[in-house]
């Protein structure tokens, strides 16, 4: 090969090297995190959120979810996506909180019960006989309400934020033991819960009580680790326990199931303000529609499993509710002198619903 030859080949090679090296300095880096996000031709930047739940798909929490994610790609004309995971398909209870803070979901939205891993104050909404009346529970999920606001922002200092106030329904407890009438039917008995308050209103009515996540609980009840559990219709039919119980008593007026909605803090904030109004918006109506649909969902799953033939059901009179109280206002006086909670915050939230 002749010198000009040679150098005809090296100016060849040095010009594609360098051809390859501007178009893969262009191309994007597999592995590296996402682009930042600029404005789209919406207007709003190009996202994909994940927002992550533990419970079925037929129950109003993924209902709830799901409209807001169709509200949002309508409004954002598709730049903002939101996928929804249920049962606990990426993260579990417990996880799902560790994730958000971490960033790696974007929505949660736990039992209120929850949050008290992080704020101990967030259980006094999950105390038994904590709200006075329907109406007392109704004007906490309206999101405009100051005590649901104190309490949202009590998450940020742990990395999270409150957004909305979600409702699933009344708790029964079931057994594969024996009726649950009286405070005494519960002795040697044990029983699955979501949290320490839950816990300890079992134990205030004379059992015993572990705290498990949601998605083990019909492993343990089918595999007589524990003989019970206490959950709305929804979840107890979604989640077929009825098949693997055998009574069940249905006592409304103690515990209310209710679920924060919570994002992640910094992210949140890092939003635009048009992006987190559309946001907002979306999620204020799909509560509105959620919560309305809770009531319907369980009545319509209590006919279910009354049909199913699966569970004796004992309804509780006025009078079996008063001393399961005693029991429920006992563990509230617990919760404030072991400082868990605050007198205030009881109650504010007893006086929600009663006209001044
Ligand atoms: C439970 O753990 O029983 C509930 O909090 C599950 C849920 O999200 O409804």
Known sequence: MSWSRISVYTAVVLLLSLLVAVISACAPQRGAPAPAVGPGETGFPKMTLKFNHVVARDTPKHKAAERFAQLVRER????????????????????????????AIHFIAP??????????????????????????????????????????????????????????????????????????????????????????????????????????????????????????????????FHEVQRYATSSEGAVILLYGVATNAQWWDSLDSRTRQV?????????????????EENRVAFEKIKASGRLEIHVQTPEEAALWRVAGEQVQREWVSQGRISQQTLQKLASLGKTR
Do not use: C
Request: glycine share 10%; aromatic share 12%; no cysteine.
């Open 76 to 103: 954002t004309n598709g730049a903002i996506e939101i996928q929804v995971f249920p049962n606990s398909e990426l993260y579990k209870d417990g996880e799902e909180i560790e994730a958000l803070q971490t960033g």
């Open 111 to 240: 039992g209120t019960d929850k949050f008290g891993v992080l704020v101990s104050e967030w259980e006094a909404t999950a105390l038994p006989y904590v709200f006075s009346s329907v109406e007392g529970f109704k004007q906490f999920e309206d999101p405009d309400n100051p005590v649901a606001r104190e309490l949202f922002e009590k998450l940020r200092p742990k990395g999270l934020l409150g957004l909305a106030i979600w409702e699933n329904g009344w708790k029964h407890f079931s057994s594969s033991k024996r009726p649950l009438i009286v405070p005494d039917d519960f002795k040697g008995q044990k029983f699955r819960t979501s949290g320490k308050p839950d816990e300890a209103f079992v134990k205030a009515l004379g059992g015993s009580a572990v705290v498990m996540a949601f998605s083990e609980v019909f492993s343990a009840l089918q595999q007589g680790v524990v003989d019970g559990q206490f959950n709305t219709w929804n979840n107890i039919y979604t989640q077929k």
């Open 279 to 295: 946001l907002f918006e979306a999620l204020k109506e799909a509560t509105k529609y959620g919560n309305e649909l809770a009531a």
